[in-house]
């Protein structure tokens, strides 16, 4: 199972490093990322296998979120199939 994960927010450093530590603790594996810096904000996306994640995707979701809020980004996990079927025209 795929899950699509965003990170928004004002740029600072270690962004990548916090939220790739985060993952992987809880056994997320990142297939795919790509990140840019426009002016002073931060964007990334990933593609991540969650098959093997230690815990549910709605708990996932849930501690990203937190995650985010304790650094002031906007962190957001979603099923591929829904992130798909959202951008699909």
Do not use: W
């Amino acid at each position: 199972m795929r899950a699509v994960i965003t990170v928004v927010g004002k740029d600072k450093t270690g962004i990548i490093s916090k939220v790739s530590t985060f993952l992987a603790e809880r056994g997320v594996n990142i297939l795919d990322i790509s990140q840019t810096i426009l002016e002073d904000y931060f964007a990334m996306i990933m593609l991540t296998d969650i098959s093997g994640a230690s815990v549910p995707l709605a708990r996932l979701s849930d501690e990203c979120a937190a995650l985010g809020r304790e650094i002031n980004m906007s962190i957001h996990v979603q099923h591929e199939d829904l992130f798909n079927a959202m951008h699909k025209i």
